[in-house]
């Protein structure tokens, strides 16, 4: 995660974490790539002791404060150039917005008038697609050999070299996703091979929210590092807060074009069409959509065998498809039409998600016939999908106890050719609503250990509400934490630095170094202040849990500093002890009988 | 967890967990086992589909509305009969009680006069311990193939029958923590064959708290599901707070008796001598302590392999051993005396925990050395310790990444014997200070699959600061969460009957049966309520999180409801479907080609 010893980053912005007058934290930086529009933002943590720790950044220009960020403009098109000079790409006149597309079909009382406060007021843009029989995919170029801007963007990020990431990318071991029309976006990637990310859900539901709402909670939720955002909106406005949502994220964005393509039809699934579906994904894609869930997996024959499940079909997708398939008696549409969706999408360089509609929703269910009939599918349409040169992942579970949780990523892995998984926890336990970030926050770390590329988080509120902002914040931080402790458990190269940092500042006393170099800073800080409020706690040798006599690093010190001169010294000194003792063979148990 | 199809409790006395005014809610029973004194206390969940679900429970009897407690007078003395009954112990006069028990040591301002108000009300008693030659302990009684009544408790909270605990006693894998002088407590087992447990630690600091707040925070722990609590005081009172924790508590309590015998020699680690420290054990073993933490396997030999560690050596026992035996450059006084210190310990049935004192305390420092070292003689000791007939587990870390935590416990389990093995967390990151209780329930869930059998929480304020009432709450239930999760991933019988309860209830949306069956029904229903306040919601067939169009399980039910009956008949259609889809030889994907 750290990467101290990388390049020097260009320039240095000055910015403090907190409040004005706090003298340490941290500061926006960049790395340049090979030209001089390639630009890595990273974080980069001053430590009282004169060094500095370089960490992997999400938060986008926000927290740059020499940007001049403003969300009804949007942020600056940071591929935009790239994109044009490929030559493969067109824009063109796209298809009309239509008042359906936020869901205001009747002029009933409910329908009401378009707030056109809402209509996202930054600057006019026509979509654009790939040229007629261009393929305009990351894939495409990676199987060319070709390395883009993108491609060496990701590589700065993960301190990799370029020909890793396209080489695991060529593979179809790794997505890019990087939708043509959200230039936007600070390219990331996903795979095994790489840091697991970490992907946070927002949007409204019929029930609640607002516009403004879901543009917080994904300038927030990428603030504490969501990799990816998923904008799940289901209630009123659903193509105009996407286009506030895409035009203000740094990070890819995730649909489920299923949710927006069943408000068209009033919420009747048995209403559904393909020829509804695919205009909804045209819709999507030329906003610039970068990966789309599509449960194409869920077919006729599966449905039944859910029928003995504890907790049925989950998945709200899954669901919808199958009341389609069985109120027609007919296979899935999404299924028969994977071919012409995959066209779709290679125009864009839409990332396919495909859905694991049949995943568990209780313990009961995990590992059963129907989720694993369903990966089967997901198997076949993965490879179809390549042969369309489109980017693709694969959704995974769901509620799954620790002891069935490997099976699922190395059925996955086997079954989808190593293509990236990408899982919502999995839950390790039914009983704990209100925890459920805890319970699969479990299960997200141990299958990220295994392989598995992006954890989708789960926040408090799972199964009992919609997320408000401190939700969102606890499930990201949550899920960073598993996704950094698999990084740790794979050896992901560098990931320790982070650990060792704060380590040895937690030896050291080095408090502001601690909470700077804290997951959430602002929590380990105010923590600490509960206890010790006074200033001089900060420089304290001693924290309220022991208090000053019976710290134990304080006396770990003590003995080093007592038993020598200098730190160093001491080590050496108690070194060669050591070694002495090793050469007398370890003999250091007194003999006694059993 | 649950016994649904078990005993039926003998009585049921009526209890909301709510406020007066909620219909629906849990009751404690109780059910008897083969005498009328024997009665095991059990959370009885009264769904409002007519069923009942039975949930083990360690609240104690401040959850029964038909006993009147009074922490001034103390628990009623559960177990005083079976002791006297065995005719093995004896009363004596005791250990006069000294005002440096509770750090009077001086007439200093600081050491100030004694709060009188302070010394336990209750009713007198003298200290109990075995007679001469008479092997009072568990595990002696279990060696010899007597059952004795807390076995037979213990059996009936598990589920299992007597003579399994008698056996896993007498092995030494399980301990049944129960000094003779601390007859309030329920009894509990500690033991891989077992639901696997979760301790508690409470205890004032030099820096705050007082003795009202750490009973508070036993009964507040135990409320949520402590199994057994450390008192870890370290601040003035020690003696008098732990005698109101102890004549409070119906969980077995444990200590570090090298804390107090510190703060007796004014926090000079070199001024300690096995007599203070003698004295101190005896001290805490006439008032009741169950078990207590010893860090006899920190020897002077190894103190010196902890010199090139990140982090040094961060249990507080641990470096206070370290500092002693090198300023006296002298083996530990615990190592030399570790038989006498048996005698004691089986004189009251006090189990021995033995302490980890090298530790690691960070990701860096795992796995060492230092650790295994120290680990290897802790197998040594726990053999010396059955020699005595004292019971005994052994205490695990601290710190380890996810790929190394196995090779903690399968170490521990054959250098120990298979003692049990009780852990903190591990936390499987150092980057999360405030969230530890997170990093470490990662670690404490895989750690308990694969063996451990109890876990010692982590609170938010790990690192930070000394835990308040709120982060108690928050570490009981992560860690309840942990337990859990590793009792289903074990297959513990009837483990998952609690989850298929939550879940049944769920799918079937009966709001009030999910609230009631969470591991905390309060913030479940709160979290419900913040969105969705109004009563009618609790019937709804659909939360917040999609609203009433996209309730997968809504659909999921309408499916099962609209191609039939009744659920059952379209269940029977739909296994039908499935049967015929099965011997059709499960052909059911589309010839693709590749």
């Not at 490929?86 to 796209?94: I, K, V």
């Not at 209403?271 to 695919?278: F, Q, S």
């Not at 990966?291 to 006729?300: D, E, K, P, Q, S």
């Not at 008696?329 to 969706?341: A, D, G, P, T, V």
Request: proline letters at 6%; charged letters at 25%.
């Amino acid at each position: 995660m750290t990467n101290k010893d990388a390049r020097t980053p260009a320039s240095v912005q000055s910015e403090t974490s907190q409040e004005a007058g706090k003298s340490i934290g941290w500061h926006k930086a960049y790395v340049e790539g090979s030209r001089s529009d390639l630009r890595v933002p990273v974080r980069q943590v001053h430590l009282t002791n004169g060094q500095s720790v370089t960490l992997y950044d999400t938060s986008g220009p926000y927290t740059d404060p020499l940007v001049d960020t403003d969300v009804r403009r949007g942020l600056p098109p940071l591929r935009e150039n790239w994109i044009i000079a490929r030559g493969d790409t067109e824009e063109y006149a796209g298809r009309p917005v239509r008042p359906e597309d936020d869901g205001i079909k009747h002029t009933s009382p409910r329908g009401g008038l378009r707030n056109l406060d809402a209509v996202f007021p930054g600057r006019p843009r026509q979509p654009r697609r790939g040229r007629d029989g261009q393929a305009v995919t990351q894939l495409a170029y990676a199987r060319r050999g070709e390395i883009t801007p993108e491609m060496e963007y990701v590589a700065i990020r993960e301190n990799v070299s370029p020909e890793v990431v396209r080489e695991e990318i060529a593979a179809g071991r790794a997505v890019l996703p990087a939708n043509v029309n959200h230039p936007e976006i600070e390219p990331m990637i996903i795979g095994k091979r790489f840091l697991v990310k970490v992907n946070a859900n927002i949007g409204n539901s019929a029930v609640t929210s607002s516009i403004e709402e879901e543009v917080e909670k994904m300038t927030w939720a990428t603030r504490w590092g969501a990799d990816t955002v998923m904008d799940l909106s289901t209630g009123r406005n659903i193509h105009t807060t996407r286009e506030w949502v895409l035009r203000n994220s740094p990070v890819p964005i995730g649909t489920v074009p299923l949710y927006q393509a069943l408000e068209k039809v009033d919420g009747k699934a048995e209403e559904l069409t393909w020829e509804i579906y695919k205009d909804t994904v045209i819709e999507q894609a030329e906003q610039g959509v970068d990966y789309m869930t599509v449960h194409a997996g869920v077919r006729l024959a599966y449905v039944p065998l859910t029928a003995n499940r504890k907790t049925g079909i989950v998945s709200r997708g899954g669901s919808i498809m199958a009341a389609w398939c069985l109120a027609h008696h007919k296979e899935s549409f999404l299924y028969e039409n994977f071919e012409e969706l995959c066209e779709i999408l290679a125009a864009y360089d839409v990332t396919y998600s495909l859905g694991d509609g049949l995943r568990p929703g209780s313990i009961a269910d995990a590992n059963d016939e129907a989720q694993f009939a369903e990966l089967r599918t997901l198997g076949e349409l993965n490879r179809i999908a390549k042969r369309f040169n489109v980017q693709t992942m694969i959704e995974g579970p769901g509620h799954v106890p620790m002891h069935k949780i490997k099976e699922n990523i190395d059925l996955q892995q086997e079954i989808c050719d190593e293509a990236p998984f990408y899982t919502l926890g999995p839950l390790t336990t039914d009983v704990a609503p209100a925890y459920d970030h805890i319970t699969s926050g479990i299960g997200a770390a141990m299958i990220a250990w295994w392989g598995t590329a992006m954890l989708c988080y789960v926040t408090p509120k799972e199964h009992l509400g919609l997320p408000n902002r401190d939700d969102v914040k606890t499930g990201v931080i949550t899920y960073k934490i598993a996704a950094h402790a698999a990084d740790l458990a794979k050896g992901h190269p560098g990931a320790q630095e982070w650990d060792d940092a704060l380590s040895d500042a937690r030896f050291e006393f080095r408090w502001e170094d601690q909470f700077n170099l804290a997951l959430d800073p602002d929590t380990a800080r105010e923590f600490h202040d509960e206890t010790l409020p006074a200033e001089p706690a900060k420089t304290a040798h001693f924290c309220s849990m022991c208090g000053p006599k019976f710290c134990s690093m304080k006396i770990s010190q003590d003995i080093r500093r007592e038993h020598g001169g200098s730190r160093t010294e001491i080590e050496e000194g108690m070194a060669q002890k050591s070694k002495e003792f090793a050469e007398a063979g370890n003999r250091v148990y007194l003999p006694i009988a059993d």
